[in-house]
Structure formats: structure tokens, C-alpha cells
């Protein structure tokens, strides 16, 4: 099985020993994302939806580079630093995804990179 690295500057750069995804075989291993803007590697805001809505355009820029789209992600995990703001993450999760929707976990985490207060990762199965 091949891997490759999938990169694209639509998304932030990574910024330490990581790749933003990697694929092997048809399946794509998309690093966790935080809301920073890829021209500026800046925090997009500290508005808790604003950064959700740019955390899911890094990871959808992520999934075209790599061949495919938010709706071919199969798990995802999300990280907040305030569990109380899930119910934001669902209703934003529904401008990128439709039925059937991805597995998923969520967890609250006392910090994230760049004083984030959320992150994604993903797993995305691409079609064959």
C-alpha cells in the first residue's frame, strides 16, 4: 500500500512535525484542524462559531486536495475547550455535511494550540 502526502494551501500549513493529511490506500488521515486562516495562519476570531466555521472550511479544503469531500469523512473527532458549545457544532456541521452523516466523538479539553477553542480531526474513506 502507498502513502502519500496530501497538502494544499487552502488550508493552515502545519506548524510542527505533522503532515495536514496523509493518504494510504483510499483511506486519508486529515490532522486535527483549529480556526486558522490559511493566508495569515492567524486565529480567524475568538467568536466560538466563527472559529467552527473556519475549522470546517480547513477540514473541507482538506478533503478536495485529497480527492474528495466533507460527506466521504467517515469518523471525526472534536475537541472543545467548552462542551457547552456542542449544539453550535451541530447546527454548523450541517452546512458541510449531509445524510448519513460521519461517526464522531466529542470531548472537552482544558487547552488547545493557539488558544483555539476547538479542533478537528478526521477520517475520510475516499470512493474507489
Given at each position: 500500500m502507498?502513502?502519500?502526502?496530501i497538502q494544499t494551501d487552502r488550508a493552515?500549513?502545519?506548524?510542527?512535525?505533522?503532515?495536514?493529511a496523509v493518504k494510504a490506500g483510499t483511506t486519508v488521515y486529515i490532522s486535527g484542524q483549529i480556526p486558522l486562516k490559511p493566508d495569515t495562519m492567524e486565529m480567524v476570531s475568538d467568536d466560538f462559531a466563527e472559529q467552527t466555521t473556519q475549522v470546517f472550511d480547513n477540514l473541507k479544503a482538506i478533503c478536495e486536495a485529497?480527492?474528495?469531500s466533507t460527506n466521504d469523512?467517515?469518523?471525526?473527532?472534536?475537541?472543545l475547550?467548552?462542551?457547552?458549545?456542542?449544539?453550535?457544532?451541530?447546527?454548523?456541521?450541517?452546512e458541510y455535511f449531509g445524510k448519513p452523516y460521519p461517526s464522531r466523538a466529542a470531548v472537552q479539553i482544558s487547552a488547545l494550540p493557539k488558544g483555539a477553542q476547538v479542533e478537528v480531526d478526521g477520517i475520510m474513506e475516499l470512493p474507489e
Open positions: 502507498s502513502k502519500s502526502i493552515p500549513q502545519a506548524i510542527g512535525t505533522y503532515s495536514q485529497a480527492g474528495g469523512l467517515v469518523k471525526m473527532t472534536i475537541y475547550t467548552d462542551l457547552s458549545h456542542f449544539a453550535t457544532v451541530n447546527e454548523i456541521m450541517t
